[in-house]
């Protein structure tokens, strides 16, 4: 009888996996079944086949699991994760809506998300992104400012906020995430590629989810490829209320215990939001998200 050992999910191919046993050796392994449901970060249990392969008999409870889907398609990022590193740059604009989505599933998995700015040498553009990061910096995110080709930089304020955590690296396509991952873990060589400038976009340049060991350190960096839409469409509507911390005060003040906070009188948010309590441009997005969850069940 084949023996069946733990390990963990270090990166995903569609149809099958690499997974890191205890041991440390890493087996090529294949669902059990036609089902697909393990992502990058989660614990398996592997039945070892031959020397160097395996298959996936079962995936242990998640603390959490972040993914995107909309009506047509469900893309996992990763499981198991402690915070998430979203990287957006002076140049190429960043999408508002983009980063307001990764935030908002962010906390409603209840992971911490961590706002990364790169490219600040480019000082064209510089303070009109950090004008547009306010909104999340009076929210109390964390939002670090760095150029990722200088790796002195990226070592002082990033690698002591990853020590013993799994953290995941998200961000639209072209913003320096792979140049900002070989500054962390240089052994990984991610390809690069300059954006396109007449385009103001990029293209992708990691194609796979994979698990870095942080060198000299006890965490661990999860790389994604870059993302051009985050829908929230799995999202219920009380996740989807979690994904807007600044309501949470606000709402105690509603008339209605099952508020939607969009049209509903004596609504502690839209008063909060006629006082200019609340971003407008956060709410419209969470009106967005809402309309987006209804059209999904029709």
């Not at 893309?75 to 915070?83: E, L, M, P, S, T």
């Not at 070592?155 to 955590?165: A, D, N, S, V, Y």
């Not at 502690?268 to 969470?286: Q, S």
Request: charge should be negative; hydrophobic fraction near 40%; aromatic fraction near 6%.
């Amino acid at each position: 009888m084949s023996q069946t050992v733990r390990g963990r999910v270090v990166s995903a191919h569609g149809s099958h996996f690499y997974v890191e046993l205890e041991s440390g050796q890493i087996r090529h392994c294949f669902p059990k079944g036609r089902r697909n449901e393990a992502a990058v970060g989660d614990w398996v249990s592997v039945q070892l086949q031959g020397d160097q392969e395996g298959q996936l008999v079962a995936i242990e409870p998640r603390r959490n699991l972040l993914y995107r889907s909309d009506e047509w398609r469900t893309k996992q990022f990763a499981a198991n994760v402690d915070q998430v590193l979203l990287v957006v740059a002076v140049k190429p604009t960043f999408a508002d809506d983009l980063l307001g989505r990764a935030l908002a599933g962010a906390w409603a998995a209840d992971v911490e998300p961590v706002i990364v700015l790169n490219k600040i040498d480019i000082h064209d553009g510089l303070d009109q992104a950090r004008e547009r990061l306010k909104p999340y910096k009076d929210l109390g995110v964390t939002i670090l400012e760095v150029s990722a080709l200088d790796s002195s930089t990226v070592e002082q304020q990033i690698r002591p906020l990853l020590t013993h955590k799994t953290t995941l690296l998200l961000g639209q396509s072209a913003m320096g995430k792979s140049t900002l991952l070989n500054a962390l873990i240089p052994a990984a060589q991610a390809n690069t590629q300059e954006h396109s400038v007449a385009l103001d976009a990029g293209k992708h340049t990691t194609t796979t989810t994979k698990l870095y060991h942080l060198p000299e350190s006890s965490g661990d960096l999860i790389d994604s490829p870059g993302v051009q839409a985050f829908g929230l469409a799995h999202l219920s509507l009380e996740d989807i209320e979690r994904g807007f911390p600044e309501f949470a005060r606000h709402k105690e003040h509603c008339r209605f215990y099952n508020c939607t906070h969009r049209r509903e009188p004596n609504c502690g948010v839209l008063d909060a939001l006629a006082r200019g309590e609340i971003d407008p441009r956060r709410h419209a997005l969470y009106e967005r998200l809402l309309e987006e969850k209804a059209s999904a069940k029709t």
